[in-house]
């Protein structure tokens, strides 16, 4: 038997970007989720000290899932293309079926999201690969729930 305290435990995953606040909203509004207590939106016009900084989304349980990190420069990754700069690190999103994978497709490319593949056609498993607003490759696609 193992207990936690044998281990790491994965707190989150953080995203480098030029635009803290930006990508942060990006997946807020892509996802449905929160801000950890804090790091919301300062009023209009107000400084944004956290947003040129460091931020975190939770989800409806408070369980942290992404962090961003203000950097002053980021290559775009070029993947799925083999170009210059490979993915390195990409987030896998699942939804249950093909249409709520068009949904959320236009959903995504709403909040500012790019289209780099199109696999729909696959009989298998039908995805859609982005780039967010920052550049990191995203991909959402028809899976079932793990047992």
Do not use: K
Not at 4 to 25: H, S
Not at 30 to 37: A, K, S, T
Not at 60 to 75: I, K, M
Not at 117 to 141: K, N, Q
């Amino acid at each position: 038997m193992t207990t936690d305290q044998e281990f790491p435990t994965l707190l989150q995953t953080v995203l480098d970007t030029t635009d803290a606040r930006g990508l942060a909203e990006f997946y807020r509004q892509l996802f449905g989720w929160r801000y950890r207590p804090g790091d919301e939106p300062p009023a209009a016009g107000a400084p944004d000290p956290r947003g040129s900084d460091w931020l975190v989304l939770q989800d409806a349980a408070a369980s942290t899932r992404l962090a961003f990190q203000q950097v002053s420069e980021l290559p775009e990754a070029s993947w799925p293309s083999n170009t210059p700069h490979p993915q390195q690190l990409h987030l896998d999103f699942m939804v249950h079926s093909v249409a709520e994978l068009n949904r959320q497709h236009e959903r995504a490319l709403t909040l500012g999201a790019r289209l780099r593949l199109d696999r729909t056609d696959d009989p298998e498993e039908p995805l859609y690969v982005y780039a967010d607003p920052a550049g990191h490759p995203f991909c959402i696609f028809v899976g079932s729930p793990p047992s």
